[in-house]
């Protein structure tokens, strides 16, 4: 991607989280002048890669595939006492925006439609080969039990939710317009726990065709 795609992408959920009364943390508009004067102080932000992730999974089309991600808060994937066992991100789909097929070994998480338009869910179990079994899913949508064929779709409005357990293969996009999601979990780990059904990459190459307005989450000095 390149960065001056990105830095626009940063600019716009910035408006749209706020306009939406979703408010970012301070660390969230730190420029990379200001990341180069932060010291140990700011060490957890790093370890637990907080902040700006924004991907095209490689394919080099972030409209049609993609997905732009805030880390609120997260435990460090290498802390083996759990001393923070949770993790919280909002992120922006737009409208047919697609997430690619992936599931979580480790991870339990809530996906929750905050605002904005539909936001469709499809679900399975993968097959490990790269498709679905053909057998049915239950999931849980806000608090009752629902049973999904494979390949199936939760269509979530504004306020509902959806609980993944691991090993639930999803993808999602959002439909009718932009929708800001919300994921509570357990710890996230982007490095080892995104298993993908078919190889894509979780995080861009840049093109660095203009300076960073906010530095991505893997890019901390």
């Not at 999904?148 to 959002?174: C, D, K, N, W």
Request: a negative charge; proline letters at 7%; glycine letters at 12%.
């Amino acid at each position: 991607m390149r960065r001056s795609e990105i830095n626009a992408c940063m600019r716009h959920a910035k408006a749209f989280f706020s306009g939406h009364g979703f408010h970012l943390p301070p660390f969230a508009f730190w420029t990379p002048a200001q990341w180069r004067c932060r010291g140990p102080e700011a060490d957890p932000i790093r370890q637990c890669r907080l902040g700006w992730d924004l991907t095209d999974f490689g394919l080099g089309d972030f409209a049609r595939t993609g997905l732009l991600l805030f880390t609120v808060r997260n435990g460090d994937p290498r802390d083996v006492a759990g001393t923070k066992p949770y993790a919280e991100k909002a992120m922006i789909a737009g409208d047919g925006q697609v997430t690619p097929w992936h599931f979580h070994r480790s991870k339990q998480e809530d996906i929750i439609n905050r605002a904005g338009a539909r936001l469709v869910i499809e679900l399975g179990l993968p097959d490990g080969n790269g498709g679905l079994q053909p057998v049915a899913v239950e999931v849980v949508v806000d608090g009752v039990r629902r049973t999904v064929p494979a390949g199936g779709r939760v269509v979530l409005t504004p306020g509902e939710s959806i609980t993944l357990r691991q090993g639930v293969a999803h993808s999602f996009y959002g439909e009718g317009g932009e929708v800001l999601i919300g994921e509570v979990s357990m710890v996230n780990d982007d490095e080892s726990d995104n298993c993908f059904l078919a190889p894509v990459g979780r995080f861009p190459t840049i093109e660095a065709d203009a300076e960073p307005l906010h530095l991505l989450c893997t890019e901390y000095p």
